[in-house]
């Protein structure tokens, strides 16, 4: 692993990327989206703060957990600049996510159990089936997985497709 000296205050983008464990392609994304940035040197290379090393482990443990990076975004913009994030503010931003993690963690676990139920069924059936139309707000007045509108116009389509069959005779 490459050490840097403390008296050395900004990295290269190959340090940044090389004690981060990113990709350079991926710091110049996460610069790209406003997740970190850097200074231009008069010779237009790029110079990250030692504080990068500390955002740049935050956006991807995030990322890990599943967390876009607009809400990450979002969680930087309320440190102060050219501070390193701490474990407290890893907690505050992270309490702030637990909720949509659970929501998430709630899905995959209806997920998995409705596959094992859908693996033993076979069917597939856009009407009943709860994965290829879940949580379905229509079907108590449509069916299939379509989004419908008001004056049946997929229910017109559906219709010509069907008959489509038998214009071709």
Known sequence: MHRIPEKIH????????????AAVSALHFYE?????????????????SRDTLRRVAFIRAAQRVGIPLATIREALAELPEERTPTREDWARLSEAWRSELDERIKQLNRL???????IGCGCLSLDTCVLSNPDDAFGERLTGSRLMDENGGAGRRRARRERAPEEAR
Do not use: F, M, W
């Open 112 to 118: 998995r159990d409705h596959l094992t139920d859908c």
């Open 32 to 48: 790209s989206k406003g997740l970190i940035s850097s200074r231009r040197t008069p010779g237009n290379q790029r110079r990250y």
């Open 10 to 21: 900004e990295l290269t983008v190959g340090q940044l990327s090389a004690r981060s464990g």
